[in-house]
């Protein structure tokens, strides 16, 4: 284990096992080819270009972890679940490239935060973007357009605001521009190969398909809407004790709630149980897949 990665554990805080399961054995598993490294099809896009959607190479066995991140101030909150035992586990992540070295080596990892960035921000954003916003209805606000990669070129939020504009993009605002530090953190650590297991996920998407495909009624920084998240959660398999604690009573709840839905958004991809926006796949200059999986 890395210095770094030792001197991130003390952050670890909670940890919850259902004190009725038996560790299975470890179930053998055939490797499958790549599904998301596929030829594209003709048509495309400037910048980008599309295939089919084919599930994705997930190698599931009963002996994996599989986790779920949302972002916190500098930090990641990263919540881990064991698919044989159910054992679940948060803790606070220093850095992105931490999280791709974690003991557990989870088989899927799902992030909220944009993976496959276009050029530049044009209005409405990405497709999986305007998918999302479709499905969610009246909560669509709570799906912002990626930075592209030109407003990552920017110092400060103004330079990058001129650059998406100059190339005929749409406006920056601040809470957007927050967001450019991690953003260029995550599009530096990943490629196309470690799409097999980094999935880009939106909470608020994550909730409507647990909640059966109905979009969250309260704001998720409300008491109401806690309650309503910490609810979907429990149906989904989350025990109340896990859910209804902060870890480390630094990070937010609604952050920690967000982080719990990304890992059952991965659970679910273990499973062969997921669905994205949008159905083909759309990808950036880099080869990297532009969708929200579910």
Known sequence: MSDALRS?????????????????????????????????????????TQAKYCKPCVNRREMDWVAGV???????????????SGELRSRIV??????????????????????GLP??????????EKEARRALGRK?????????RLCLEGATRLEADHLNRQAGGIGIGAQAWGLSKKLREVDAA???????????????????AMKGEVPMLHSKKSA??????????????FPPEFVEKIP??????????DACAAAWTAKRIANHEEGRFPSEVERDVRGLDMAIWF
């Not at 949302?70 to 044989?84: A, F, P, Q, T």
């Not at 990943?190 to 909730?207: G, W």
């Open 8 to 48: 991130a554990r003390p952050y670890s805080c909670l940890a919850w096992k259902d004190p009725c399961a038996e560790l299975p054995p470890p179930v053998a598993c055939e490797p499958t080819p790549n599904a998301m490294l596929m030829k594209p099809v003709a048509r495309a896009r400037a910048g980008q």
């Open 70 to 84: 949302d972002g916190y101030k500098s930090e990641w909150c990263l919540v881990l679940l064991h698919l044989g």
């Open 94 to 115: 220093p850095s992105f490239s931490l999280l791709l070295d974690l003991p557990e080596r989870p088989s899927v990892l799902c992030v909220d935060i944009p993976i």
């Open 119 to 128: 050029q530049f921000t044009p209005r409405g954003g990405r497709s999986c």
């Open 140 to 148: 669509a606000t709570s799906v912002f357009s990626a930075l592209g």
């Open 190 to 208: 990943l490629d196309p190969e470690a799409q097999r297991t980094i999935y880009e996920v939106h909470p608020a998407v994550s909730f409507w």
């Open 224 to 237: 109401e809407g806690a309650r309503e998240r910490i609810e979907a959660l429990h149906r989904g398999g």
């Open 248 to 257: 480390n009573g630094k990070v937010g709840r609604d952050d920690f709630l």
